[in-house]
């Protein structure tokens, strides 16, 4: 029996859904042909602009990758330029080379230089010729402490060693005075932008002086033609006036004697 009764409302749900299906359906093919194209195109242009965002971010994604790659290689890049220089003209020279560089930045980003007072500012010759001098004196340097390895040196050795240690100091010395050189200009320049900042400055001062002379001028003017403009009577001056004509008119009365007893 509830067997019967459970198969029953099984086929009752079964009609019913068969019946809500058919009133969606037929609902549906109500909605005006015009309808459906709208939400089509909507449908469409929705998907393509999710698509959009997606393209926009993975290709955003991958510049932030490449930029960071980049810096890396570029990080790499100066280490390995950094660690040959100084392989190839040694540590402190390197460090020379390293200070007239940035000395030459400066001088090239400053003020002075941007408005021409410095000339030309194109110090890649001297950079070259520093780099050439310490190169030499540093190979000087190395073959010269394989002689002075060998056992037993000769005189000949030693004549030699100490020319060499005589050109390599003549080298260090010269590539030493051209870093200094470009160190001199770089604060040169430093004053220079000071000085010119110093100008600006003074231009300022003397403008904002001008146009308070200006306004004082212009204020003295009206105070001196308002001091000498006659006085309007003011009410403290109607006032006096009143009560000095009441003081005049019992002056009188007192005088004439009315209001007096008979």
Same mark, same amino acid.
């Given at each position: 029996?509830?067997?019967? !009764?459970?198969?029953?409302?099984?086929?009752?749900?079964?009609?019913?859904?068969?019946?809500?299906? #058919?009133?969606?359906?037929?609902?549906?093919?109500? =909605?005006? !042909?015009?309808?459906? =194209?709208?939400?089509?195109?909507?449908?469409?242009?929705?998907?393509?602009?999710?698509?959009?965002? &997606?393209?926009? /971010?993975?290709?955003?994604?991958? !510049?932030?990758?490449?930029?960071?790659?980049? *810096?890396?290689?570029? !990080?790499?890049? %100066? &280490?390995?330029?950094?660690? %040959?220089?100084?392989?190839?003209?040694?540590?402190?020279?390197?460090?020379?080379? +390293?200070?007239?560089?940035? @000395?030459?930045?400066? &001088?090239?980003?400053?003020?002075?230089?941007?408005?021409?007072?410095?000339?030309?500012?194109? #110090? @890649?010759? +001297?950079?070259?010729?520093?780099?050439?001098? #310490? @190169?030499?004196?540093?190979?000087?340097?190395?073959?010269?402490? *394989?002689?002075?390895?060998?056992? *037993?040196?000769?005189?000949? +050795?030693?004549?030699?060693?100490?020319?060499?240690?005589?050109?390599? +100091?003549?080298? *260090?010395?010269?590539?030493?005075?051209?870093?200094?050189? &470009?160190?001199?200009? %770089?604060?040169?320049?430093?004053?220079?932008?000071?000085?010119?900042?110093?100008?600006?400055?003074?231009?300022?001062?003397?403008?904002?002086?001008?146009?308070?002379?200006?306004?004082?001028?212009?204020?003295?003017?009206?105070?001196?033609?308002?001091?000498?403009?006659?006085?309007?009577?003011?009410?403290?001056?109607?006032?006096?006036?009143?009560?000095?004509?009441?003081?005049?008119?019992?002056? /009188? =009365?007192?005088?004439?004697?009315?209001?007096?007893?008979?």
């Amino acid at each position: 029996m509830s067997s019967k !009764k459970a198969d029953s409302n099984d086929g009752c749900l079964g009609m019913g859904g068969l019946m809500l299906l #058919f009133l969606v359906i037929g609902g549906l093919m109500m =909605i005006p !042909k015009g309808v459906w =194209i709208g939400l089509g195109v909507l449908a469409g242009l929705a998907v393509v602009a999710w698509l959009g965002v &997606i393209v926009f /971010q993975e290709v955003d994604k991958r !510049k932030q990758v490449r930029s960071v790659e980049l *810096e890396k290689q570029r !990080k790499a890049a %100066a &280490i390995a330029e950094k660690q %040959a220089r100084t392989e190839r003209l040694g540590s402190e020279n390197a460090r020379s080379v +390293d200070l007239a560089r940035s @000395a030459v930045e400066q &001088i090239v980003e400053s003020r002075a230089a941007r408005e021409g007072w410095l000339g030309d500012v194109d #110090f @890649a010759t +001297d950079i070259e010729r520093i780099e050439s001098d #310490f @190169a030499r004196a540093q190979e000087l340097r190395m073959v010269a402490n *394989e002689l002075k390895d060998l056992p *037993e040196p000769s005189p000949e +050795d030693r004549r030699l060693l100490a020319d060499a240690v005589a050109a390599t +100091d003549r080298l *260090e010395n010269a590539g030493r005075a051209r870093v200094a050189l &470009i160190a001199d200009c %770089a604060r040169e320049a430093a004053l220079v932008d000071e000085s010119l900042s110093d100008e600006d400055q003074r231009a300022r001062t003397e403008e904002q002086r001008e146009e308070l002379h200006r306004r004082l001028s212009t204020m003295l003017y009206g105070a001196e033609a308002s001091a000498t403009e006659s006085p309007s009577e003011s009410a403290a001056d109607q006032v006096l006036a009143r009560v000095a004509g009441y003081r005049e008119i019992k002056r /009188q =009365i007192a005088d004439t004697g009315i209001g007096e007893n008979p």
